[in-house]
């Protein structure tokens, strides 16, 4: 999936430049892409747009809140998830909402799937979507996971 967000960040200014639906998936795949990572790349994007208000429009001042994980959430995600997660929301990266939305997009995964770089992707993906400035600090670990070519 880290392929297709570099993808998206190459060629469109953000999440409403981008084809819909379908249109996306089709040209993902006459780019190369996998259709298994296309059809997740497209499920993140569609809970993106289903939950466009409340991310968009959350109370950006609070990043200290604390959050408490089911136990579900924290077998699946793990320390080291969950520990940047409370990183981006505390360094003001991440709303609430954000940090919530990136929970809930990982949840929807098996749990073989889950992983840090997939966290990673999903908080770049949000950004993005939200055309959102980064600090350097933040904005280098984000690019980090993305593959080694030129992507802005």
């Not at 997740?40 to 809140?65: C, G, P, R, V, Y």
């Not at 699946?76 to 969950?82: N, T």
């Not at 949000?126 to 984000?142: K, R, T, Y």
């Amino acid at each position: 999936m880290i392929h297709i967000v570099a993808f998206l960040i190459e060629h469109f200014s953000d999440i409403h430049a981008c084809p819909a639906g379908m249109d996306l998936g089709m040209m993902l795949e006459d780019a190369g892409f996998a259709e298994d990572e296309i059809g997740k790349t497209l499920m993140f994007i569609k809970l993106l747009e289903d939950n466009q208000e409340a991310i968009w429009l959350h109370d950006s001042n609070h990043h200290n809140h604390l959050r408490v994980y089911h136990p579900e959430e924290a077998d699946a995600l793990g320390a080291e998830i969950m520990g940047f997660l409370h990183f981006m929301s505390t360094s003001g990266a991440l709303n609430m909402a954000q940090r919530e939305f990136i929970i809930h997009a990982l949840m929807h995964l098996p749990i073989d799937e889950i992983s840090l770089e997939t966290a990673k992707m999903l908080a770049l993906l949000i950004l993005w979507a939200q055309q959102s400035d980064v600090p350097e600090l933040i904005g280098n670990e984000l690019i980090a996971v993305l593959p080694s070519q030129k992507i802005m």
